[in-house]
């Protein structure tokens, strides 16, 4: 199976939503939350090359001096989702024997970024969660609804509460 950065977030914040996604079922083509980040992402850091596709899994939003990635991410809300997305980046490249990168989630409304590394606690995590992933996917019913306060703003929303 090939999962992605995307599926790693939605491993930490719905794993519904990661069931959602795996089994091709996309909303966020409607979500104006979405729309916003899009529109942060295409006004900021435009010298940099962006969106750096690597084997089709992982889709980095630039780097910078050939050792650090980075993540551009609106707000701190789930911060936590987007830390394990960088740490599963930083370990997609070391397992393709890319070393010594670190990562940056770079918050351009709020002037702040948050550094980022891999430790090897870390990737025994990667490793259990990536499994975990897989199990979610293989599912042939998404798991149970469990409702959260960012529930409300999810671009699933409406597929969970009818």
């Known amino acids: 199976m090939r999962i992605t950065g995307v599926m790693v977030y939605y491993y ?6 990661l069931w959602y996604f795996c089994h091709d079922i996309c909303m966020e083509q409607t979500s104006e939350l979405v729309d916003i980040g899009k529109t942060i992402d295409e006004s900021t850091y435009q010298r940099n090359e962006k969106h750096i596709n690597i084997d089709n899994i992982i889709n ?4 910078q001096s050939q050792k650090t990635l980075h993540e551009v991410k609106k707000t701190r809300k789930i911060e ?5 997305q960088v740490k599963y980046y930083l370990y997609y490249l070391k397992q393709r024997g890319v070393e010594n990168m670190i990562g940056k989630i770079d918050y351009p409304l709020l002037k ?3 550094c980022v590394e ?3 606690d870390d990737e025994k995590l990667m490793e259990s969660i990536l499994k975990e992933i897989e199990k979610i996917a293989a ?3 998404p798991p149970e609804l469990k409702n959260k306060r ?4 999810c671009a699933y929303h409406d597929l ?3």
Do not use: H
């Open 12 to 17: 930490e914040v719905c794993k519904r939503k």
């Open 60 to 63: 980095i939003d630039f780097i």
């Open 80 to 84: 936590k989702a987007g830390i394990l």
């Open 112 to 114: 702040s970024n948050l």
């Open 118 to 120: 891999l430790t090897k």
């Open 139 to 141: 599912t042939p019913i």
């Open 150 to 153: 960012i529930c409300r703003q």
């Open 160 to 162: 969970c509460y009818i």
